[in-house]
């Protein structure tokens, strides 16, 4: 492996790995620098993807248990076998993490086992976790070093008992009473999955709302449907302690705004309330770096810092902490460090929640749109009323459309029910390319299928659903 290079990425997550492979393409000589033993960052190997291989078995497990027989299909004897749900997960993750090794040796992307510091600008360092540490010189320095669980004051993780998303990930038995704490995204797909397999599931809320930043009708939904799942919300309260006695914890809570104290008994704590920037030992201080009050990496419209020939990029800087979005900033990053022009369009990135059923959105919500004093239309139709989604036993929930009243362009989208993050990218697309409603509405779908839901909300932008 060579010392010096055009570009070396720091962090072989979503972001990094994306980097290097598209900025190796492009011509350039890429290193990667990653402490971990595999690459992927935190999505593929405690993240994104095993959270996906849990969320997909239980759910299984859940329609075998309870709903197969509503459609003639009886099955008895169902059995729990966690061991072999953990083994297919961290196969899936195995299996993924390999094949970015494949793809780094595939376009020639040099990996440094280790821990990077900018030294100075364009120079490296490598400390790996045995053996001296290295220096390689490089005309250009890609920070992506991603984000890690935020910590709860009061409540100390063990990663056992009183866990963040990487302990929930891996669980040796059913919990009788999991607590998740917040009501994001991580923390209804985690607890969704423990439900399903058993676990009593409370989640406590600062808030007096689920997902902060969801279109409120959607997450007034939302809310009642895992009520039904067996969710129990405490909404507007605040955890103040947690104490670990020998069969169970004692989670102190009380009224957000205020007022007298409470224990919930429960057997293991997720703490889910957000993640920060992990720069930790990157050396932006010494170098000069700017970060904002929150920790976040200070960027410029081509993602270079204050210092020249330092960029970042994914959960280090501001925006949605999404994997996605790491790696369309990734790729546009390493085409601007080479010369080309990168763009990303940020009214246009999707957010799912892995639950079920899925929740997905693009764009701006109808509360972003009345504080914005922005004049608009809504068409909505229920899955109730779409031919697939019945046939599936899979009613609950409505695709909802936002668009301007003036022109018809599409502001956005939120969509709860059956396969919505699948679904959500025909309205992505129509967005990259400034689609009106009316476009959905004229554009031909298939029958019968769930996406023929998109079509009639657009329809009923204009007031002329067919179907509802």
Not at 66 to 71: S, V
Not at 107 to 124: M, T
Not at 381 to 394: E, I, L, V
Not at 416 to 445: L, N, S, W
């Amino acid at each position: 492996m060579s010392t010096s290079y055009d570009l070396i990425v720091i962090g072989g997550g979503p972001g990094g790995y994306v980097a290097a492979i598209r900025a190796a393409q492009l011509g350039l000589q890429v290193a990667c620098v990653e402490k971990r033993e595999s690459l992927g960052g935190t999505c593929l190997n405690i993240g994104c993807i095993p959270s996906k291989a849990l969320l997909s078995s239980s759910e299984k497990f859940a329609e075998a248990e309870h709903e197969l027989a509503d459609i003639g299909v009886k099955v008895s004897g169902v059995k729990l076998d966690l061991p072999a749900m953990m083994a297919h997960k961290d196969a899936v993750v195995s299996d993924n993490t390999k094949g970015i090794d494949f793809l780094f040796k595939k376009n020639k992307v040099d990996r440094y086992l280790g821990s990077g510091r900018i030294a100075a600008a364009g120079k490296v360092e490598i400390t790996p976790a045995k053996g001296d540490a290295q220096m390689l010189d490089t005309k250009a320095i890609l920070i992506a070093t991603g984000s890690e669980s935020m910590p709860l004051p009061g409540v100390e993780t063990d990663e056992e008992r009183i866990v963040t998303s990487t302990g929930a990930l891996s669980l040796s038995a059913v919990p009788k009473h999991l607590v998740v704490v917040g009501a994001g995204y991580i923390g209804l797909e985690m607890g969704s999955v423990w439900a399903r397999l058993g676990s009593k599931v409370t989640v406590v809320e600062f808030l007096d709302r689920i997902t902060p930043g969801m279109d409120g009708e959607v997450a007034k939904n939302f809310q009642r449907i895992l009520g039904k799942q067996g969710f129990d919300f405490r909404l507007g309260t605040k955890v103040t302690g947690a104490e670990k006695l020998k069969t169970k914890i004692k989670l102190s809570v009380e009224p957000a705004a205020g007022g007298d104290s409470e224990t919930l008994d429960c057997d293991i704590v997720l703490v889910a309330i957000g993640r920060r920037p992990y720069t930790e030992g990157l050396g932006l201080e010494a170098l000069g770096v700017e970060t904002d009050n929150r920790g976040f990496i200070a960027i410029d419209a081509h993602y270079q810092t204050n210092v020249e020939g330092v960029f970042a990029i994914g959960d280090c800087v501001p925006g949605p902490m999404l994997a996605h979005k790491a790696e369309d900033e990734g790729v546009a990053c390493a085409e601007i460090i080479a010369g080309e022009t990168g763009h990303v369009n940020y009214d246009a990135i999707p957010g799912i929640v892995y639950t079920w059923p899925e929740v997905a959105s693009v764009g701006q919500t109808e509360e972003q749109l009345k504080e914005a004093g922005t004049e608009y239309k809504v068409g909505k139709f229920p899955f109730s009323a779409n031919g697939r989604a019945r046939a599936a036993n899979n009613t609950d929930g409505f695709v909802k459309l936002l668009a301007d009243a003036a022109t018809d362009q599409i502001l956005g989208a939120h969509i709860i029910g059956p396969d919505a993050g699948t679904m959500i990218h025909e309205i992505v697309v129509g967005m990259e390319f400034g689609a009106a409603a009316e476009d959905i509405a004229r554009t031909c779908h298939g029958h019968p299928t769930l996406n023929e839901a998109v079509k009639e909300a657009a329809l009923a932008v204009a007031g002329r659903t067919i179907h509802l």
